[in-house]
């Protein structure tokens, strides 16, 4: 019996730890859900579910966290030197507040939802790139937009905070442009990352 246990323990000690893999590049998607094929799995699942694309959502996490499942904001310094709080309640790989996490769990019912897991991560982007184009009209495809609406909040989008921001709009800027070389080379891989994998379906 303890035989047959220790290798179910060890795979789940494996996948596990697959499902917090940072990767070494975040520069190109397809080596990145290459090195992470359940990803690919969560992007697609995430796109049937609210239409925004993987390549956009990919492009906000990285500008979010790199990709890094426990990725925080830095703590402030008191004189330089003595840890201080952290700016905001930010964490995981979409660096979703507490408040919006709350908000995306009563909304979607998914309670359970943890923002260390990729697969809800990228639920969340989509739900929350849905619920931007139902309260700021912006659309699904719309990179820079969604960003925008992402960091500032539909309230601040449509009052137009971002506007005067120079470092808000060049982050924006990059988040479409790293969705658009993501989109490129997904083209040349999507065919490769759906081949045999079954459970896209």
Known sequence: MRKAVLPLFIAA????????????QVTDACLILEDNRSWW?????????????PAIQLAILKRESSFNAHARPARTRLLGIIPGPRPSSAYGYAQ???????????????????????????????????????????????????????HEGHTGYNRGTYRGRAWLIRAADDVASDAARYQSQLDGCERRLNRGRFWLL
């Open 96 to 150: 979703a507040l507490d408040g919006t996490w709350d908000w995306y769990r009563d909304e979607t019912g998914n309670r359970g939802a943890d923002r260390d897991d990729f697969g809800d991560a990228v639920d969340f982007i989509g739900w929350y790139g849905q619920m931007s184009g139902r309260l700021s009209n912006i659309r699904h495809d719309d990179a820079r937009a969604l960003y925008l609406a992402y």
């Open 41 to 53: 799995r969560d992007l697609r699942r995430s796109e049937r579910r609210w239409g925004i694309p």
């Open 13 to 24: 000690t494996v996948l596990s730890a697959c499902g917090h893999y940072q990767p070494d």
